[in-house]
T-cell receptor, first 116, second 114 residues
């Protein structure tokens, strides 16, 4: 069965520090999709990125970067020069190609607090 | 328009009340979802609609009744809820039900059952 683990439940940093959020997943599928979502205090989950299992290229978008490593089943998320507005809960999620319903398996979430 | 909207934002109801949550999207998406999220937990899938038909029901109690009147609207009818049903209810949509499609979420309805 699929599983996503975010071992860090809470991280606190000071503004401008770099921070990495860890995500480890388990799946038997060879084709799967990994996602990161941000949930600010307002409640809405904001889609950040999707990565396909057959594409291990890392991605950078502004201050955000993602490191996908199939060898360690990890899909880590780094925020460079963190800002107070980055404070939120971040969820990593997995969707398997074999599942009929686009059902997301979420990790438990990491609450990031960025202090000024 | 890349938004999913939900109304109301907050709802307080008694255990004998009947209420409805509404969700709307105008992105032409053909899959829509209801999730329940308790504090400090990830969202839990409740229902999936695909092309306006109920596709997945994750063993949700019958006091929650979903409805998809058209491709843009999704309702969740609530009846005889329990205090433990208090949670954030999130609606989401995606292009279709294919597993590679990202889901776009609304801001949620914070439900309190007294």
């Amino acid at each position: 069965a699929q599983k996503v683990t975010q071992a860090q439940t809470e991280i606190s940093v000071v503004e401008k520090e770099d921070v990495t959020l860890d995500c480890v997943y388990e799946t038997r599928d060879t084709t799967y999709y990994l996602f990161w979502y941000k949930q600010p205090p307002s409640g809405e989950l904001v889609f950040l990125i999707r990565r396909n299992s057959f594409d291990e290229q890392n991605e950078i978008s502004g201050r955000y970067s993602w490191n996908f490593q199939k060898s360690t089943s990890s899909f880590n998320f780094t925020i460079t020069a963190s800002q107070v507005v980055d404070s939120a809960v971040y969820f990593c999620a997995l969707s398997e190609a074999s599942n009929a319903g686009n059902m997301l398996t979420f990790g438990g979430g990491t609450r990031l607090m960025v202090k000024p | 328009d890349t938004e999913v909207t939900q109304t109301p934002k907050h709802l307080v109801m008694g255990m004998t009340n009947k209420k409805s949550l509404k969700c709307e999207q105008h992105m032409g998406h053909r899959a829509m979802y209801w999730y329940k999220q308790k504090a400090k937990k990830p969202p839990e899938l409740m229902f999936v609609y695909s092309y306006e038909k109920l596709s997945i029901n994750e063993s949700v109690p019958s006091r929650f009744s979903p409805e998809c009147p058209n491709s843009s609207l999704l309702n969740l009818h609530l009846h005889a809820l329990q205090p433990e049903d208090s949670a954030l209810y999130l609606c989401a949509s995606s292009q279709d039900q294919s597993s590679y499609n990202e889901q776009f979420f609304g801001p949620g309805t914070r439900l309190t059952v007294l």
